[in-house]
């Protein structure tokens, strides 16, 4: 399981007092500190460093204009055109190129750990269903080079696809049991990892764009090389946040999950007016899903040792 450990945590709150200034309090020392931010200390630390890179700052509010008008037209032109334009093996090479020498490292490792976020809700929910029909996943990309093709697909598409084959292994099993709690001492936890992500710090970049530069570019390439029937799944799967926090709830008979889904009533099928702002918070909440479970598994650990 990926958990920082408490003496790491420590030092990162101790540095972030040490510099506080009471006149000037910083924004980002408060999202460091702050105790209602329910992620991993290390990787907090990282997503708030990039967070201040001057990109998202001069580039960004008007790139954002410029990628929401530029969707606009991709996806009108997709929709008039009487067969599909797009291509996996651009977006293979073109995305994997641009991951690894355009954004910056703290970028890269945010996404990275985010396909292992979801496998691993995934395979929480797959693992404690109690049904053999729902089928665990193994999509978990240690470098960039993996963001590419695997196994004959695009990693993007596969973890769309992989969302929605859980709803319909859920819906269509007779065996899973997914509206009552387990006992906590019941749960198994272990599909929550991380693997050893590396994200070649070394690697000569042209540029470092922080993370929501990054993704509102690669949204782009997500337009132009997906067909128009992938980036409707692709978009909407962002609305199958709810059902996900809602079996993790009745599977943990922890209500905390249903608070965090951002995007409510799962079957409205349509666009806002902020794709990649849907998709940073579908990122978020899940890691404040995955979090969630790590510290129930520490709870089940702590009520294991007290009874031994």
């Given at each position: 399981?990926?958990?920082?450990?408490?003496?790491?945590?420590?030092?990162?709150?101790?540095?972030?007092?040490?510099?506080?200034?009471?006149?000037?309090?910083?924004?980002?020392?408060?999202?460091?500190?702050t105790p209602h931010i329910h992620v991993d200390k290390a990787s907090l630390e990282k997503q708030i460093r990039d967070l201040q890179r001057g990109w998202r700052r001069h580039l960004l509010p008007s790139l954002r204009l410029l990628v929401r008008l530029s969707l606009i037209v991709i996806l009108s032109i997709k929709r008039i055109m009487p067969f599909d334009l797009g291509s996996e093996a651009l977006l293979n090479r073109l995305g994997v190129w641009f991951m690894g020498r355009m954004i910056?490292?703290?970028?890269?490792?945010?996404?990275?750990?985010?396909?292992?976020?979801?496998?691993?809700?995934?395979?929480?929910?797959?693992?404690n269903a109690g049904a053999d029909d729902v089928q665990e996943v193994s999509l978990r990309p240690l470098r960039v080079a993996e963001l590419g093709s695997v196994d004959g697909r695009n990693a993007i598409k596969s973890h769309d696809i992989n969302i929605y084959n859980l709803m319909l292994d859920l819906g269509y099993s007779d065996q899973a049991r997914i509206k009552a709690?387990?006992?906590?001492?019941?749960?198994?936890?272990?599909?929550?990892?991380?693997?050893?992500?590396?994200?070649?710090?070394?690697?000569?970049?042209?540029?470092?764009?922080?993370?929501?530069?990054?993704?509102y570019i690669m949204i782009v390439f997500l337009g132009l090389f997906?067909?128009?029937?992938?980036?409707?799944?692709a978009i909407t799967s962002l609305q199958l946040d709810e059902p996900l926090?809602?079996?993790?709830?009745?599977?943990?008979?922890?209500?905390?999950?249903?608070?965090?889904?951002?995007?409510?009533?799962?079957?409205?099928?349509?666009?806002?007016?902020?794709?990649?702002?849907?998709l940073r918070w579908h990122m978020m909440v899940t890691e404040y899903a995955y979090h969630r479970l790590l510290t129930l598994a520490a709870q089940q650990r702590a009520r294991a040792g007290q009874g031994s």
């Open positions: 399981m990926d958990e920082t450990k408490p003496d790491t945590t420590d030092n990162i709150i101790a540095a972030a007092k040490a510099r506080r200034d009471r006149a000037d309090p910083s924004i980002y020392d408060a999202f460091l500190v910056s490292p703290e970028a890269l490792d945010y996404i990275l750990r985010h396909f292992h976020i979801e496998t691993s809700l995934i395979n929480f929910v797959a693992r709690p387990l006992p906590l001492d019941a749960i198994d936890f272990s599909p929550l990892y991380i693997g050893p992500i590396d994200v070649e710090p070394r690697r000569r970049r042209l540029v470092n764009f922080d993370l929501d530069t990054g993704i997906l067909t128009d029937k992938e980036i409707e799944r926090l809602a079996t993790l709830a009745n599977l943990t008979g922890d209500d905390q999950f249903r608070y965090w889904a951002p995007m409510k009533f799962t079957h409205w099928l349509g666009y806002t007016s902020d794709v990649v702002r849907d």
